[in-house]
């Protein structure tokens, strides 16, 4: 290594061409050892390699310079490698990469400009306590620090992130980032409409006392309005198959709706209103269980045993082997398909803190629900 003016090179090119006297005249104050070992260099095969120092890119659109110094430009080409697969995972589509790349920056800027630093220390003689971190000033912290990262993790780490900072909402457990779920994608977006998702519905409307089902309601804010001491409400039994969100499996739920409902919302003002009621939902998957709980389903677990015939239907409901609903349907003749009906909102149901401190709890309608959202 020599003073850049003693061999009138120019550009940034690691093979040019040089001379042996050249060479000689450069070292011409070392000791004769030197100049002797020297003195055996082939006449054409002397090439200058001229190093540079350059201030830290603020981008790394066209390259990142390292000093030769612990085979550092390679390792960290090896971790951008590394932390570029990470970030570019199967699915990436072609707008996402511009946000990606951005990501990569982030993740590399900071450890990558702290190891240049350290390269140029005993290169230019900067002594470490000039280097602006404190990961450089010891020699055995930077060895820690060099040798401890693992760049596909933290890459990994940072995507993780980057989609919890777009995502809409967010659900435990917090660690593993968002995912998919009810009827939305990775970024809580919604899925559309799935054309592969196949469902069979039984359901029996059947009439009772209005003053029984009244019971069932969870406030004093709902009401069943018929004008006549009858009411009606309906056993739902749903077997949803092939759903993108559960691997392509699928899941049964078991409700009870009551019919003519109105919520008030303000006594005051008598802001109504009407639909159905889901009371209780029972589902034989944990997933759709808590997530339905999120929206306000009121929704519990239970095992669903169906069995169908042409004529007849029977299921039971039942919990730990233990059953406690049994839906029996004979007699049961085909029909041609008739309209389809337009149903009433569904209202979904969710409990939060009241006004009058802990252990006061009360339900509150957000909004209105079709009934195969869970």
């Known amino acids: 290594m020599h003073p850049d003016n003693e061999s009138n090179t120019h550009g940034g090119g690691w093979n040019q061409s040089s001379s042996k006297d050249t ?34 890119l603020p981008t790394w659109i066209k390259g990142r310079p390292f000093l030769p110094y612990q085979g550092q430009g390679g390792a960290q080409a090896v971790e951008d490698g590394a932390a570029l697969g990470a970030l570019f995972p199967p699915g990436t589509l072609t707008s996402d990469v511009e946000d990606r790349l951005k990501l990569y920056f ?16 005993p290169t230019l003689k900067l002594g470490h306590s000039n280097l602006g971190h404190r990961e450089t000033t010891n020699s055995l912290r930077f060895v820690a620090f060099n040798f401890d990262h693992d760049a596909h993790d933290f890459a990994c780490g940072v995507l993780k ?29 919604p899925l559309g409409i799935d054309r592969s998702i196949t469902y069979h519905t039984t359901y029996m409307t059947f009439k009772s006392r209005k003053s029984y089902l009244q019971i069932l309601m969870p406030t004093k804010e709902f009401r069943i309005d018929t004008g006549n001491g009858w009411a009606t409400a309906t056993f739902s039994i749903t077997k949803l198959s092939n759903l993108a969100w559960l691997g392509g499996r699928g899941y049964s739920h078991f409700d ?5 409902v109105v919520y008030t919302q303000h006594q005051q003002e008598k802001l109504e209103k009407r639909g159905d009621l889901l009371v209780v939902r029972f589902e034989n998957m944990a997933d759709p269980i808590i997530m339905c709980q999120e929206l306000g389903f009121p929704s519990i677990f239970a095992t669903l045993e169906a069995q169908r015939t042409d004529d007849s239907y029977n299921l039971s409901a039942g919990w730990e082997g233990t059953e406690f609903c049994g ?27 009241g006004p009058h401190g802990a252990g006061s709890f009360r339900g509150t309608v957000h909004h209105g629900l079709t009934a195969d959202t869970c």
């Open 23 to 56: 060479l000689l005249k450069s070292f011409d104050g070392f000791s004769d050892d030197v100049k002797t070992l020297l003195e055996k260099a082939n006449l054409d095969g002397v090439t200058v390699w001229r190093l540079l120092d350059h201030p830290t």
């Open 327 to 353: 839906l029996r349907l004979d007699g049961l003749t085909a029909q041609e398909p008739g309209p389809v009906a337009v149903r009433p909102p569904i209202f979904p149901i969710e409990d939060c803190r």
């Open 256 to 260: 009870l709706y009551v019919h003519d």
């Open 106 to 121: 982030e993740c590399r800027s900071e450890r990558a400009t702290m190891i240049q630093e350290y390269t140029r220390a």
């Open 161 to 189: 992130l980057h989609f919890e900072s777009r995502a809409t909402f967010h659900r435990m457990p917090l660690g593993f980032g968002p995912g998919p779920g009810l009827g939305n994608d990775f970024g809580g977006g």
